[in-house]
């Protein structure tokens, strides 16, 4: 919920503050987690600076975010806005027969129940404005973070730029 809060829509906390007005930061900025699987999972901001800023001013931008909703906490509008989006997703999601049969496999290979997708939206529903806050407050100390800065290198003049089928896919 906290990265949904975060990302998971237009205009959402990190756009907002970090993405537009004329103080903004980052030509990009999200949030996401890992929410599938076992043991412990990822949780990942990232942004790309805007013309004139650093790593560190967005480093600084997703920090300061966090720690608003750990402070000040989210409103129920917000959490409302973001449940409705993501049982809509889950929902659309199964209209198709490979995703139902995507979501059974992976729920196969992971070891859930079958009907993982059905118990997570049910305990979503649940999830209070209350509890968002506690997790950004609990889990979002320097203790558990870890920063890199992906600094690109320059090209080889000599050398034909690689072509990649890939292009575009992020992880």
Request: hydrophobic share 45%; net charge positive.
């Amino acid at each position: 919920m906290l990265a949904a809060v975060l990302d998971g829509y237009r205009g959402a906390r990190l756009e907002r503050a970090l993405t537009q007005g004329a103080d903004r930061v980052a030509d990009s900025a999200g949030a996401s987690n890992g929410l599938w699987g076992r043991g412990p999972q990822l949780f990942t901001l990232d942004g790309i600076p805007a013309q004139g800023k650093t790593t560190a001013q967005v480093d600084a931008a997703l920090r300061a975010e966090v720690a608003r909703i750990a402070r000040d906490g989210i409103s129920q509008a917000e959490l409302a806005r973001v449940k409705t989006q993501w049982v809509a997703s889950e929902v659309y999601r199964l209209d198709s027969l490979f995703s139902q049969a995507r979501a059974l496999g992976a729920n196969w290979a992971l070891g859930f129940p079958l009907d993982a997708g059905q118990r997570l939206v049910a305990m979503l529903r649940q999830v209070s404005a209350a509890q968002v806050q506690a997790v950004a407050a609990r889990y979002f100390g320097d203790d558990q973070l870890t920063v890199a800065t992906l600094v690109p290198q320059p090209m080889d003049a000599g050398k034909p730029k690689a072509r990649s089928s890939a292009a575009g896919l992020r992880h």
